[in-house]
């Protein structure tokens, strides 16, 4: 669960998104599902609360994907799987197709 990361670049491999790519926004571990910028989007009907600001109407969001039907991007833009190392007493993630590093953008 550990491999993919917020802000990391997923591809989807499977479903009815198969193939679509989009940075992960949100990982929720208990469920093993990500969040993933504009893959999955639903329509949601939400009310409208004059307080908090928020028009009603039919909204659209992201849905969670299963952690198993989607794969790290690499540098060359292909699927990966990734592979964690130890370097000067540092783990670290590396893409498996390419040996390279990744490094997890932080915000």
Excluded: C, F, W
């Amino acid at each position: 669960m550990a491999n993919i990361l917020r802000n990391d670049v997923v591809i989807v491999l499977a479903g009815k998104n198969k193939g679509m790519a989009g940075r992960v926004l949100r990982v929720i571990k208990d469920k093993d599902r990500v969040l993933i910028e504009g893959v999955g989007m639903i329509k949601k009907h939400v009310k409208p609360n004059p307080q908090a600001n928020i028009k009603g109407g039919i909204a659209e969001q992201e849905s969670p994907v299963h952690v198993s039907n989607v794969a790290l991007v690499d540098g060359n833009g292909k699927a990966t799987r990734v592979g964690i190392r130890t370097v000067d007493g540092k783990r670290e993630r590396y893409a498996k197709t390419t040996g390279e590093t990744l490094v997890a953008k932080r915000k």
